[in-house]
């Protein structure tokens, strides 16, 4: 069929391209069997709505008659949403990796016509530079290689689709403290202590290597540790990779300062940085600027990524106007034409705006200069002309929103906004987490079981291991939240989603469903990337389960997953930072129990809770009386002289009964 097929798609990234002279299609039965039938190579295509490199490849190359020309009578031509299949680029990801091309997008991969990886790279240039080769010749090369030397072409596929075959697990290290220990000092080996982050650059938030190093201080009592992680948390807060105008991290950073982003910003980064910041606004020095981060970040996202019925938008696009970052950047001759000239000044020299920019002759605002708080009359001043500088910006043509629903990015943001709404005491953000989880769990479900993505009533089904792990995550953090004990089911069903349709019983979960589209691999990886991987989601729910309800099942299915894991994490102690956060959970988990007589909030216990609050905690509200699962350790404890009582649970015992507050406070602090 001659013809460009995309408009049937509802991807906005595959609607980008639907006007392509390229005979796109999207990924299909349909298509793979053109390929088939034609006897033609598959030339596929994978990126995403807010890339960068995406859009300069479209615009030299796709929308190029001449080009286009060529792809269409050499290739089937298929474009991919990595986004919404997240499972058909994992597995050309690790194809690219095998051949040894380094990833990125877009990724650009040649197959067989059933769908063999054959060779492949990332951006290709319509004309021979950056030392890469010009398109047009990489795709007569690939078809003059298929047509002259199909057997050895036909033998190289077989051979890198064995190669990204999961491998079987071999015997890792012992699970336990030592092992803690060992990745701990190895990951701080590799981080920046000056600017955060790891060392050189692009620099990237690594939420996951931030809550393990985090876990590790508290572990060890070692304050480098927690260094690190501020060190991380305090260059994010500061650097332009965030939005100081209008709240939001981008992506990454392209330097080592992290003043330069790649200006997307994704759901999924800033749910997890949600969460992250929001538990070190407990203890850290820098408690004010994370929950000015927290707060800004929330109104961005209430603002522009909040959609009909609660649930939230996927990313927004790095490019406005064919330039990345001119929505975001400014001058100073902008700022004198509608401030006067001391509040000009004040953000001037407050954000680094200034004549000649510190960008491409432009200024990205940031506060790597002047970290310090403001006193609190100017900090009152700064925030008001920065709502101005937003009122202003608003003018401006807007970014690309890919307004495509995924389940398991909202899951990382109801997570986030959970956390968040209840350790800094905002019950108007727990609502929005309930109302997104409402909304996931209604309209992005058949028959009970989350899908992947939705976008204009059709969607992505039956969901990944990502989605129910992220959603199920999701839950015992609305359960923390609210304390509602309907959430705590929900955790428990989606998990059991998970094992059943997910699981091997041997602790693997493959990143397809049982019952989804059969492909060439089945993935089975437990590397964290931008996000945590299923895994180590799934650990972390178990675990808290298992504390919560002191069912035994829960701690043995995370236990599996630890010991199948552990090949990984001995290859890999970075890349498995969530699982190794996981291990630490399962070693460390404590369960406070407060039981409340009649006519009592509790308050004065639950704050000194909230003031104590660290990962491996998890809380459960009770009336004084109401009976806890049969077997939770503090099952039939009550209240004692009809004071507000806790109980400090941990392996099956629990403390002495505890109605003083300090007494309490002791017992939470961590014991070496």
């Not at 696009?317 to 509608?338: C, I, M, P, Q, T």
């Not at 790597?368 to 900090?379: E, I, K, V």
């Not at 994490?569 to 699982?579: C, K, P, R, Y």
Request: aromatic share 8%; with cysteine.
């Amino acid at each position: 069929m001659s013809e460009n097929l995309l408009r049937f798609e509802t991807s906005p990234y595959l609607l980008q391209h639907q006007d392509n002279p390229v005979h796109w299609r999207g990924w299909n039965a349909a298509a793979l069997k053109e390929a088939r039938d034609l006897d033609r190579p598959i030339l596929l295509s994978i990126g995403y709505a807010a890339c960068h490199w995406c859009h300069v490849m479209a615009h030299e190359s796709f929308e190029d008659a001449e080009t286009a020309a060529v792809m269409n009578r050499l290739f089937v031509n298929i474009k991919v949403d990595r986004e919404e299949r997240p499972d058909i680029d994992q597995i050309y990801m690790a194809a690219l990796h095998a051949i040894g091309e380094q990833g990125g997008w877009p990724l650009t991969m040649f197959l067989t016509p059933d769908g063999k990886p054959i060779w492949g790279g990332t951006y290709f240039p319509k004309v021979s530079r950056y030392g890469r080769p010009a398109f047009v010749d990489v795709l007569t090369q690939i078809d003059g290689f298929y047509r002259r030397d199909r057997a050895e072409i036909l033998a190289q596929a077989d051979r890198i689709a064995a190669h990204i075959q999961p491998r079987p697990a071999f015997d890792g290290p012992a699970l336990g403290p030592n092992l803690l220990d060992q990745a701990a000092r190895s990951i701080f080996s590799i981080m920046d202590l000056e600017r955060g982050g790891t060392r050189g650059a692009p620099k990237f938030p690594n939420v996951t290597v931030i809550d393990y190093l985090a876990r590790g201080a508290r572990r060890t009592g070692i304050p480098d540790y927690i260094s690190a992680a501020e060190a991380t948390l305090t260059g994010l807060s500061n650097g332009g990779i965030f939005d100081h105008v209008g709240g939001g991290f981008a992506r990454y950073s392209t330097d080592v300062d992290w003043l330069v982003p790649h200006f997307e910003k994704m759901l999924s980064d800033n749910g997890l940085l949600l969460g992250q910041l929001a538990l070190a606004t407990i203890q850290s020095p820098n408690r004010a600027t994370y929950r000015s981060r927290i707060e800004t970040t929330i109104g961005w996202l209430v603002r522009e990524m909040l959609l009909p019925g609660g649930a939230f938008a996927a990313s927004l696009d790095a490019d406005s106007e064919g330039h990345e970052g001119r929505f975001y950047v400014w001058r100073r001759d902008e700022l004198d034409r509608f401030l006067d000239a001391d509040d000009a000044d004040l953000i001037a020299a407050t954000y680094d705006i200034h004549e000649g920019g510190n960008w491409e002759g432009v200024s990205i605002p940031n506060r790597l200069r002047t970290p310090a708080p403001l006193a609190d009359s100017d900090q009152r001043r700064a925030d008001a002309l920065l709502a101005r500088m937003l009122e202003e910006r608003a003018g401006r043509v807007r970014p690309g929103l890919d307004d495509k629903i995924l389940v398991d990015w909202n899951g990382y943001a109801i997570t986030g906004l959970a956390t968040a709404g209840w350790l800094l005491d905002r019950p108007d953000w727990v609502a929005l987490a309930e109302a997104a989880y409402r909304f996931i769990t209604e309209s992005v479900s058949r028959d009970g079981r989350p899908g992947h993505a939705l976008r204009n009533g059709q969607g992505v089904f039956p969901g990944f291991s990502s989605d129910l792990a992220s959603l199920a995550r999701a839950a015992v953090a609305l359960h923390q939240a609210t304390q509602k004990a309907s959430y705590l089911d929900e955790a428990t069903r989606l998990l059991d989603l998970l094992e059943t349709h997910h699981g091997d019983g041997k602790g693997n979960l493959h990143f397809t469903a049982d019952d989804a589209e059969p492909l060439i691999v089945r993935k089975s990886d437990r590397i964290d990337d931008a996000s945590p991987n299923p895994h180590g989601l799934a650990v972390d729910s178990l675990v808290r389960l298992w504390a919560l309800t002191g069912d035994d099942r829960f701690r043995d299915r995370a236990d599996a997953i630890l010991a199948a894991s552990a090949s990984a994490i001995a290859e890999n102690v970075f890349g498995t930072a969530s699982l190794l956060s996981g291990l630490d959970l399962r070693l460390t988990i404590r369960s406070v129990v407060i039981l409340i007589p009649a006519g009592d909030s509790g308050a004065e216990l639950r704050q000194v809770v909230l003031e104590n609050w660290s990962p491996d905690l998890v809380l459960d509200l009770r009336e004084d009386g109401a009976s806890l699962p049969a077997a939770h350790p503090a099952h039939g404890k009550r209240a004692i002289d009809g004071k507000v009582t806790a109980y400090v649970c941990r392996e099956g015992a629990c403390s002495l009964p505890l109605s003083d507050a300090k007494a309490l406070a002791a017992e939470l602090r961590p014991h070496g």
